[in-house]
C-alpha cells in the first residue's frame, strides 16, 4: 500500500520561498515517476514539475513553462521524500498542491499517468 503525505504548504507574500515535502511509504522508487501537480479553484489540475528515477539510476525533470527557473524539484531516496522548493512564488501559483506517484518507463507529465496521490497541500500567495 502507497501512501504519499504532503507538508510545507502556507501563506506567502508575492516573491516569498516555500519548500513543499512529500514523505512516501510502501514505494519503490526504481523505475519510477513522482510529481507535483496543482490545482486552483475552478480550474483543471496542472503538471507542476514531475522526476523519473530510471531503473539503470538515470534522472530525469520535467518542469512546466510556467514555473521553468523559479522551482525545483528533488527527491531524497534515503528518507523516502520528493521536495519541492519554490522560489519567487507569484499569486498565480496559488492553489493545492498535490504529490503523486507511479510506475513508469520515462518522464510522466499527466496527472492520469499517476496511481497514487496525496491529499495534497495548500499555497496561498498574496499580492
Known amino acids: 500500500q502507497v501512501q504519499l503525505v504532503e507538508s510545507g504548504g502556507g501563506s506567502v507574500q508575492a516573491g516569498g520561498s516555500l519548500r513543499l515535502s512529500c514523505v512516501a511509504s510502501?514505494?519503490?522508487?526504481?523505475?519510477?515517476?513522482m510529481g507535483w501537480f496543482r490545482q486552483a479553484p475552478g480550474k483543471e489540475r496542472e503538471v507542476v514539475a514531475t522526476i523519473h528515477n530510471g531503473y539503470n539510476g538515470y534522472r530525469t525533470t520535467y518542469y512546466a513553462d510556467s514555473v521553468k527557473g523559479r522551482f525545483t524539484i528533488s527527491q531524497d531516496s534515503a528518507k523516502d521524500t520528493l521536495y519541492l522548493q519554490m522560489n519567487s512564488l507569484k499569486p498565480e501559483d496559488t492553489a493545492m498542491y498535490s504529490c503523486?506517484?507511479?510506475?513508469?518507463?520515462?518522464?510522466?507529465?499527466?496527472?492520469?499517468?499517476?496511481?497514487?496521490w496525496g491529499q495534497g497541500t495548500q499555497v496561498t500567495v498574496a499580492s
Open positions: 503523486a506517484a507511479s510506475s513508469c518507463a520515462g518522464i510522466r507529465t499527466r496527472p492520469d499517468n499517476y496511481n497514487y
Open positions: 510502501g514505494y519503490i522508487y526504481r523505475d519510477s515517476c
